[in-house]
């Protein structure tokens, strides 16, 4: 919804109008107006409607996004993504363009970090072991990797991993299908 907020925002800025010039088109309070913007209010679709007709776009142009097309990652450019609640960190390291098939990350995974909730989905995934260690279990069976070693299978089969170390982080590189993050 982030991304429709700021759009929202730019567009108005962009055509010129204030916030009372906008509440006056719209119906909208000044206040709810800047609220929304600020991603502090929730927009019902209905209300999003009115807003992209006083701002003379189509509903979709909201929900349009456009994908910046890069082959080379430098090392300052890579993305950094943590789910909530999860000492894990993934850094995206791969391009980005349409249709791309591969998802490769580098997986930081703390010391001593648990066993998550196995889980399967469609695609396949590889995992090269850069430092330290993990331990994979795929389909009920456990794989102790090292440094340097790899493990591929079909994300089908249930599957978890977790840093059996107390003491040492580890850092995998995966290589997913299908792509699970996009810019």
Not at 135 to 141: E, H, L, N, R, S
Request: net charge negative.
């Amino acid at each position: 919804m982030e991304h429709i907020y700021k759009k929202i925002r730019a567009l108005r800025v962009q055509q010129e109008l204030t916030l009372k010039d906008l509440s006056e088109k719209s119906g909208f309070s000044v206040s709810f107006l800047s609220q929304v913007e600020r991603g502090n209010s929730s927009l019902a679709i209905t209300s999003l409607q009115k807003i992209a007709e006083c701002l003379g776009v189509p509903i979709t142009y909201f929900f349009e996004v456009k994908e910046d097309v890069t082959y080379h990652t430098p090392i300052e450019k890579r993305q950094t993504l943590q789910i909530e609640g999860s000492p894990m960190k993934y850094v995206r390291i791969g391009g980005n363009f349409p249709d791309r098939a591969l998802e490769p990350l580098l997986n930081v995974l703390p010391p001593g970090q648990m066993k998550h909730v196995a889980f399967q989905h469609p695609g396949e995934e590889f995992y090269y072991v850069v430092k330290g260690c993990v331990t994979i279990v795929v389909d009920g069976t456990e794989y102790h990797l090292e440094q340097g070693d790899t493990i591929h299978f079909p994300s089908s089969l249930l599957h978890t991993w977790y840093n059996p170390s107390a003491d040492e982080e580890a850092e995998i590189l995966s290589v997913l299908t299908p792509v699970i993050f996009r810019s």
